[in-house]
């Protein structure tokens, strides 16, 4: 079945710690993105890539970095510059060949500080 | 830049009856895309409806029917006969068209509005 994969599902960060949360996908889908989403908040836009070896960043994108080396592999880490980084992390991916096509979602990465 | 505003942050109704959710949203943009996704507890995302600002007709899918008015800026969901499993974390999402191809640049999400279904 097609779809994507997050991994781990549940992931703890020490103080000045760089975490990186896994996401790949076997849609054949051009675009990926990584959502943040925190208690009480909608989701938000931490990165996007439309293409390999390409990205850019979203609305919160300090203290986070990212990869886009395979198409199917769009890995984020959260540095120890991230001073919050308590949250739910969802990666998605879309095709950019039709318009209108919604994101597919992975089931998501929870990762807390110790 | 693009704002989504769900304006009911719970709602709780009885099996089987017809609810309203609430979504504004404020553009300078002409040819964008609207969605509702539901998140369950299992927190998965999952796409409800969706709407092509271009087409003056509302989707409906099963249950499911939007009230889509582009003047105002309003997407409310309607679901009818509401059954226990409708019972999730609603998101309204924005979406602009790009030439490079569809939600190239990501999804703006409303906070939510969490659904209650009471037996």
């Known amino acids: 079945d097609g779809g994507i994969t997050q991994s781990p599902k549940y992931l703890f960060r020490k103080e000045g710690q760089n975490v990186t949360l896994s996401c790949e996908q076997n849609?054949?889908?051009?675009?990926m993105y990584w959502y943040r989403q925190d208690p009480g908040q909608g989701l938000r836009l931490i990165y996007y890539?439309?293409?390999?070896?390409?990205?850019q960043k979203g609305d919160i994108a300090e203290g986070y970095s990212v990869s886009r080396e395979k198409k199917e592999s769009f890995p984020l880490t959260v540095t120890s510059a991230q001073k919050n980084p308590t949250a739910f992390y969802l990666c998605?991916?879309?095709?950019?060949?039709?318009?209108?096509?919604?994101?597919?979602f992975g089931d998501g990465t929870r990762l807390s500080i110790l | 830049a693009q704002t989504v505003t769900q304006s009911q942050p719970e709602m709780s109704v009885q099996e089987a009856e017809t609810v309203t959710l609430s979504c504004t949203y404020d553009t300078s943009e002409n040819n964008y895309y609207l969605f509702w996704y539901k998140q369950p507890p299992s927190r998965q995302m999952i796409l409800v409806i969706r709407q092509e600002a271009y087409k003056q007709q509302n989707a409906t899918e099963n249950r499911f029917s939007v009230n889509f008015q582009k003047a105002a800026k309003s997407f409310s969901l309607k679901i009818s006969d509401s059954q226990l499993g409708d019972t999730a974390m609603y998101f309204c999402?924005?979406?602009?068209?790009?030439?490079?191809?569809?939600?190239?640049?990501?999804?703006?999400f409303g906070k939510g509005t969490h659904l209650i279904i009471q037996p």
């Open positions: 890539s439309q293409i390999v070896n390409d990205f």
């Open positions: 849609l054949n889908h051009d675009a």
């Open positions: 999402a924005f979406m602009k068209h790009t030439y490079s191809g569809g939600g190239a640049d990501g999804l703006t």
């Open positions: 998605a991916s879309s095709t950019l060949q039709v318009s209108n096509q919604p994101q597919h």
